[in-house]
């Protein structure tokens, strides 16, 4: 599975994003799939996962109501919504697939995620 995000850009404070990842591989829409991301200077966090048909989706607490995580499994394509950016939304941002029956427990932990794409950069400026 190879997994691409869409290019990062650098917005102000306030805006809303739309981040896009496409995975290939005939498999996609049996995986769980998660974004993460690095900020400068912290390790690297879970953001939002989704199950294999959309059913289920789990957020950190500090994106809940803001992001939405949303997947097109005709299209192989996981989306992440973020609105209200904030200047601490700064980070390389990551989506990883799994191969994980979906759980809230599992889905938060980047070892549950065997496929990652080599991240997007996203900058906010207050």
């Known amino acids: 599975v190879q997994l691409v995000e869409s290019v990062g850009v650098l917005v102000q404070a306030g805006v809303s994003l739309r981040l896009s990842c496409s995975a290939s591989?005939?498999?996609?829409?049996?995986?769980?799939m998660g974004w993460f991301r690095h900020a400068p200077g912290k390790v690297l966090g879970f953001v939002a996962a989704i199950s294999w048909n959309g059913g289920n989706t789990y957020y950190a607490d500090s994106v809940k109501g803001r992001f939405t995580i949303s997947r097109d499994n005709a299209k192989n394509t996981v989306d992440l919504q973020m609105n209200s950016l904030k200047p601490e939304n700064t980070a390389v941002y990551y989506c990883?697939?799994?191969?994980?029956?979906?759980?809230?427990?599992?889905?938060?932990?980047?070892?549950?995620?065997?496929?990652w794409g080599q991240g997007t950069q996203v900058t906010v400026s207050s």
């Open positions: 591989g005939r498999t996609f829409s049996t995986y769980t």
């Open positions: 990883a697939s799994s191969q994980m029956v979906f759980s809230t427990l599992l889905a938060g932990r980047e070892t549950s995620y065997l496929y």
